[in-house]
T-cell receptor, first 118, second 117 residues
């Protein structure tokens, strides 16, 4: 059973370009969380999605960032017009249940995508 | 609002000795979950141990144990018999109740552990 997959693992963009980060959850998981880790910091929650729905986007910057989790295919985190401050590691986590899972609802993390903005 | 604090930016321990990594948390909700993750230099997040707020006993997983002191709101990670491979960043995290929009994890700033041979 493959784990959470993220691609690309490393992404380099110039300022003003778009970055697309992909996350394929574990088989059978329909809940996806995105976190961002700035250099020398802990992970910060960005957004929680279920298939075709954004449930909690309280951690998403108001502009340039968007996320989706379509019925088919991976979850996508999209950053438009990237700036140097977007350079970070972006982690995706998936879980089999969300609201019904209780506190012990382990989130399985992917390996992360390291975005570098030149 | 929930908050996790790790006050030790870096720690050193001699190989084969035990080490305690501190974590304090703040929440007004009686239901919560506490997690520890390890992040080696390769960058992935590895789950280590979980403690629920209603669990009567401290959690243990192999060489990892969680010293849960609810009244003090602390959830320290104890690693026994340290190994060189334990050198990594360690993050404490708290999970909000899942009925509150799905249960995102709130992470502390991390502690970098270095194990000396």
């Amino acid at each position: 059973n493959a784990g959470v997959m993220q691609n690309p693992r490393h992404l380099v963009r110039r300022r003003g370009q778009e970055a697309r980060l992909r996350c394929s959850p574990m088989k059978g998981h329909s809940h996806v969380y995105w976190y961002r880790q700035l250099p020398e910091e802990g992970l910060k929650f960005m957004v929680y999605l279920q298939k075709e729905n954004i449930i909690d986007e309280s951690g998403m910057p108001k502009e340039r960032f968007s996320a989706e989790f379509p019925k088919e295919g991976p979850s996508i985190l999209r950053i438009q017009q990237v700036v140097r401050g977007d350079s970070a590691a972006y982690f995706c986590a998936s879980s089999p249940t969300g609201l019904a899972g209780g506190l012990w609802n382990e989130q399985f993390f992917g390996p992360g995508t390291r975005l570098t903005v030149l | 609002a929930q908050k996790i604090t790790q006050t030790q930016p870096g720690m050193f321990v001699q190989e084969k000795e035990a080490v305690t990594l501190d974590c304090t948390y703040d929440t007004s909700d009686p239901s919560y979950g506490l997690f520890w993750y390890k992040q080696p230099s390769s960058g992935e997040m590895i789950f280590l141990i979980y403690q629920g707020s209603y669990d009567q006993q401290n959690a243990t997983e192999g060489r990892y144990s969680l010293n849960f002191q609810k009244a003090r709101k602390s959830a320290n990670l104890v690693i026994s018999a340290s190994q060189l491979g334990d050198s990594a960043m360690y993050f404490c995290a708290m999970r909000e109740p899942v009925y509150n929009q799905g249960g995102k994890l709130i992470f502390g700033q991390g502690t970098e552990l270095s194990v000396k041979p």
